[in-house]
């Protein structure tokens, strides 16, 4: 299958800020200062691994009109105006006495006169990927400028993907299923787990992933306790219950989903929970459609999950957003009446406890379309596959 | 060879809760409030690529003695109750509306009444991984309590590895140096460079890394560019230098080391370069020994790449700490005065520009030892390698 093209044409970018300006004007913010890996590239395209570095901030403005103006470490300027940003101001990075702060206060002080109010996120899944000390100087340098919390504005533009978005989450999607498929091929009893991880990670590789940064899972007799576990070098054993959840990524998109195989022999407790999270999925297929609410799409889940278990797992949630995030806005929750809409890229992930302690998780990832749920990945088989 | 065991015996953990404590006993605090990843598993010895997962805030407390206190989220804690943690206080996360928050206070509040002071990291290579809005409001639920940076701290803790540390350093320092080693069987002239990343990544899953989550370079003819892109689709060819920089992990532990690689011919300015880089890094290794500061070791490195260009790159240092992260205190830079102790595991990572905006970057790995630098990757070429 060939892989659609990497990066966006301009109008990606112009598109994306001209929406966020528009949300702006209304709420009547002067500007977004964004620091965080997923908002610079959605603004401006700016793409590299270089984030896993703690060491450097990174700022991008987005004014009332005009592109984004980027303030970031000169290591980065090279690769910036690659990008369709033209106003690039760079400092010799790292700099612990002034990384970037009198850069952005040049930047911010005429707002700061003016008495204008910035957004910064503030809210739900979101961080300040700056030092608080940084931070707090630099606010206090800024008398007279207001900050108001930016994310419902960024959260409502992320949370619905362009056709091309949905075309990369499809094509990461499609590698995912793939290397899913492979794993009754490459997956045996006697193989320790850590083994078997880094055999899934040169499939996915081989299939097309640029990198699969998120592989969790785990395999136990009857059932797995703990679904977060980096691998153990137990070996794998008949009668274990194995599942493997993988975040691959393509061209900076995730999917995001999990397979469950049991190991020469599937116990019956375990093939009834992975058929009420079939059937649970099935549900939330169903009610993922435009004018849903984030509340109903659980409940629809919750109810088939209550045949087994009415506690619906210590997850907190039965899915969520996807994109450039292994996990974005919004959540399927009682707590979250986000309306859904077309072009919703989500996970419906029904869990559920079993038996003395156990855990099952189950996953699929879907585009919301006009008429409903499209799939993403390749839809689970629905009975426990043994391998 | 045999990997060393995973995970740390629990006096680990209980010698580097010891340390802190004697150092916040002299500095006045009466905790530690954690929130980021590597600090979170410092002190605890919890191990997930769950945090990739934004939703989610996760907290530490130290408290001035007895061991460390758990407020995490509910999918954690069964994976925290295998570590040496006794005190797990767990709400089902996400919620919005009171993300941990409620515990925090719970925790904090009697040291508020007292007035007495907790550490934050609020300095240099921090961030503030929990949402700043929901920060603000916890502190100010909590008057009376002072807040000072544990930056320096910190930083005095983890900059100096332990045995076991180091075993695991050396250990992922040996894959990624055999990995490098297969360049040449796996790399060829019209080879894509997404393609090439691919194969160094399952390379060095064979090799026995647990993953390849950092993996950046360049090629370009007589020269590369940038140093922290993401690959493109164009194919390597003669005359390219090619630059592939690796952080790859095992057990939580990192390499990052890069190499450089001449594609069917080298021109005589790239192989000028790569000699003025290697005697750099060979004057670092000589430098790098207890009681040198970090602004000499810059010095040392910086005299021979002045041979060649003065102004030593854009990159901002010639290297850094490494361990659990990347990139760790301390810096190879002018500004840094930290002096260099015994098993501190450091970057060597000197850099010039030449020619027309062409950049050359060449680094190893090594752990200070009491007599010098011991080499934790294998010494690079002292000639421009040609593939």
Redesign the interface.
């Known amino acids: 299958m060939a892989a659609p093209d990497?990066g966006f044409p301009e109008t990606e970018f112009a598109t994306r800020t001209a929406r966020a300006q528009a949300l702006m004007a209304q709420t009547g913010l002067a500007g977004l200062l964004l620091m965080t890996e997923a908002e610079v590239r959605y603004f401006s395209g700016f793409?590299?691994?270089?984030w896993?570095?703690?060491?450097?901030p990174w700022f991008l403005f987005v004014p009332a009109d005009g592109k984004p103006i980027a303030i970031i470490?000169?290591?980065?300027?090279?690769?910036m105006r690659a990008t369709w940003i033209e106003d690039i101001r760079t400092w010799?990075?790292?700099?612990?006495?002034d990384?970037g702060i009198s850069l952005l206060s040049d930047l911010l002080l005429p707002l700061a006169s003016g008495g204008e109010t910035i957004g910064?996120?503030?809210?739900?899944?979101?961080?300040?990927?700056?030092?608080?000390?940084d931070?707090?100087r630099l606010m206090q340098g800024l008398s007279g400028l207001q900050v108001a919390?930016a994310?419902a504005l960024i959260r409502s533009l992320r949370m619905v993907k362009s056709e091309a978005e949905i075309e990369k989450l499809a094509h990461i999607c499609s590698i995912g299923s793939r290397s899913f498929a492979r794993v009754p091929d490459f997956a045996h009893e006697g193989q320790p787990l850590?083994d078997l991880?880094?055999a899934f990670?040169?499939e996915a590789?081989?299939q097309g992933a640029?990198?699969?940064?998120?592989?969790?899972g785990g395999a136990d007799q009857g059932g797995y306790?703990?679904?977060?576990?980096?691998?153990?070098?137990r070996p794998l054993a008949r009668g274990d219950i194995l599942m493997l959840d993988t975040?691959a990524n393509w061209d900076?998109y995730f999917c995001d989903f999990d397979r469950n195989f049991a190991i020469g022999a599937a116990d019956s407790a375990s093939r009834r929970a992975y058929d009420v999270l079939w059937r649970a999925t099935e549900a939330g297929i169903a009610a993922a459609r435009p004018g849903t609410t984030c509340r109903q799409l659980f409940q629809a889940m919750q109810s088939v999950i209550a045949e087994l278990d009415d506690q619906g797992g210590?997850?907190?949630?039965l899915g969520?957003g996807l994109g450039m995030?292994?996990?974005e806005w919004p959540?399927h929750?009682a707590?979250d009446d986000t309306e859904i809409v077309e072009n919703m890229v989500l996970t419906l992930e029904p869990s559920l406890s079993y038996g003395d302690g156990r855990i099952m998780v189950h996953e699929e990832n879907i585009v919301v379309r006009r008429t409903g749920a499209q799939l993403l990945s390749a839809r689970a088989a629905p009975d426990l596959p043994i391998i």
């Open positions: 990497r793409h590299t691994l270089f896993q570095s703690p060491t450097r470490p000169e290591i980065g300027a090279e690769l010799s990075a790292p700099a612990p006495k990384d910064v996120l503030k809210g739900h899944e979101t961080a300040l990927r700056m030092p608080l000390g931070y707090e919390d994310t850590e991880f880094r990670r040169r590789l081989a640029d990198d699969v940064p998120y592989l969790v306790h703990d679904v977060i576990s980096p691998p153990s070098r975040g900076g210590d997850v907190g949630r969520h995030q292994l996990t959540s929750a707590f």
